[in-house]
């Protein structure tokens, strides 16, 4: 048995982390959308390395909250979890940005579910743990640099604990955390989602860990159907128990996606990244060398998006994109249908230049190629009921997208040219489009990159 809880073992790095300000430490960082993948690997990550001593890695290791205090309650998905792996008080438990003293001396790094820090030259980046598209960074300074596919980065933290040497036992809360994380990025592996062979083995692994009581109790349903502590993890993935795993995912999924009493802002804010874009040269004199453009993903259809008053979600987007500083914000919305399909929209908005007014070229580029991109399977949309396309449309009733049928108001003989698709509630000041996302697979993983490809240099 590990000698402290992790809610202890927490508090305790916290604690000591400030004393030193953070002199000699390594600190361990999520990605800036904050979500459970990120939280349950940076602490699972900063447990292994505190207790592994093998290599020359191990000692101090603290995990940084990649958001701030007033943004961790927007992910009640989050607060549930953490909540259930004995984290009562997070911000005396967790470090989060308000803690850290400006002036303290941590300048390692371990990056944890992203590849590509925003911070600046006084810092090391020593550890990599991730599973977006690699950045091809921190070659020279990183060990583990550990960058490959997995539904869940948990599972490529939890797969270092399982090939350890023994002396890094896990804590039930701790295997506990690590398994929401892959529960709800992979729907409790269910066939069809996200899960590889990593999640599963991980899973199957951090089950002989979690405490079947605790776990039983909340879920309602128990996840031991047999230990497979001792069994060899590549053959454990039999004794995963998939009903209570959903059950867990579930559960997760529902905290996350009851998000309708939040404001268009913290909708905006609350699973957010904000990529700096070096323009290609054929942009460049239009619109800048350089552009910021911020990525929301928002668990509501645009239907209830736009639900709570046309005019106060466009002025707090819009302020929002002023607030960021954007030229494009993306909206990614994600839910299921009352079929239980997987749904996906796209909302993008342009921020026109007073250099160059229409703001062609950088608008033709985007819809262009995201519109050519067949992987993601777009279809405009015209979403007449909030403003968007309104001439010669006055059917009004595609946009609750959640028939279950294919719509067809998508083919191919409705695209305009981008330069003309400037009829939305934005405004004269913006340029603005939907669409419908046939791929549901593809998700701010594979939209991200693929923008640096369609504007970058
Ligand atoms: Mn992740």
Not at 193 to 204: H, P, Q, S, T, Y
Not at 338 to 350: A, T
Not at 442 to 448: D, E, G, I, L, S
Request: hydrophobic share 35%; aromatic share 6%.
């Amino acid at each position: 048995m590990p000698a402290f809880t992790l809610s202890q073992f927490l508090r305790g790095q916290k604690t000591q982390f400030l004393r030193d300000y953070g002199d000699g430490w390594t600190i361990v960082m999520g990605n800036e959308a904050g979500d459970l993948d990120s939280v349950a690997s940076s602490i699972g990550y900063a447990w292994y390395r505190s207790h592994a001593e093998t290599q020359n890695i191990g000692g101090k290791t603290v995990a940084l909250m990649p958001m701030p205090r007033s943004d961790f309650s927007l992910r009640a998905e989050n607060v549930y979890a953490l909540e259930m792996a004995g984290v009562h008080e997070p911000f005396d438990e967790l470090l989060c940005p308000e803690d850290l003293p400006p002036d303290h001396k941590g300048t390692d790094y371990a990056l944890v579910d992203h590849n590509n820090s925003h911070n600046s030259s006084n810092t090391r980046v020593v550890a990599v743990i991730d599973h977006h598209e690699d950045e091809g960074k921190y070659h020279d300074t990183a060990s583990p640099r550990i960058i490959e596919p997995a539904g869940s980065c948990a599972s490529l933290v939890t797969r270092l604990f399982m090939s350890g040497s023994g002396h890094t036992s896990i804590p039930p809360d701790l295997a506990g955390l690590l398994l929401s994380a892959i529960a709800i990025d992979t729907r409790g592996l269910r066939e069809g989602g996200k899960a590889l062979e990593v999640d599963r083995a991980a899973a199957a692994w951090l089950l002989g860990y979690v405490d079947p009581m605790k776990q039983t109790s909340l879920t309602g349903e128990s996840c031991v159907t047999q230990t497979p502590k001792e069994t060899d993890p590549s053959m454990s993935r039999e004794t995963v128990d998939h009903t209570w795993l959903r059950a867990l995912s579930d559960t997760l999924s529902s905290k996350k996606s009851a998000v309708s009493h939040l404001s268009t802002r913290d909708l905006l804010r609350r699973d957010y990244k904000q990529y700096t874009l070096e323009l290609s040269p054929s942009l460049k004199q239009e619109s800048g060398g350089v552009i910021q453009v911020g990525l929301a993903t928002v668990p509501l259809p645009l239907s209830a998006f736009f639900k709570s008053g046309s005019a106060v979600v466009i002025n707090a987007t819009t302020s929002w994109t002023e607030e960021r500083g954007l030229t494009i914000l993306g909206v990614l919305t994600t839910y299921r249908s009352k079929k239980d399909k997987g749904r996906r929209e796209q909302l993008w908005i342009v921020k026109k230049s007073k250099d160059a007014p229409q703001q062609q070229t950088l608008t033709r580029a985007l819809f262009d190629g995201v519109d050519g991109e067949a992987s993601l399977e777009l279809k405009p949309r015209r979403f007449s009921r909030y403003g968007f396309g309104k001439k010669g449309d006055a059917t009004g009733n595609e946009e609750d997208g959640d028939d279950d049928t294919s719509s067809h108001e998508g083919s191919a003989t409705d695209k305009q040219p981008a330069s003309a698709v400037n009829d939305s509630p934005f405004g004269d000041a913006f340029i603005a489009r939907v669409y419908q996302q046939k791929n549901t697979h593809a998700t701010r993983k594979q939209v991200a990159p693929l923008l640096k490809r369609i504007l970058g240099g």
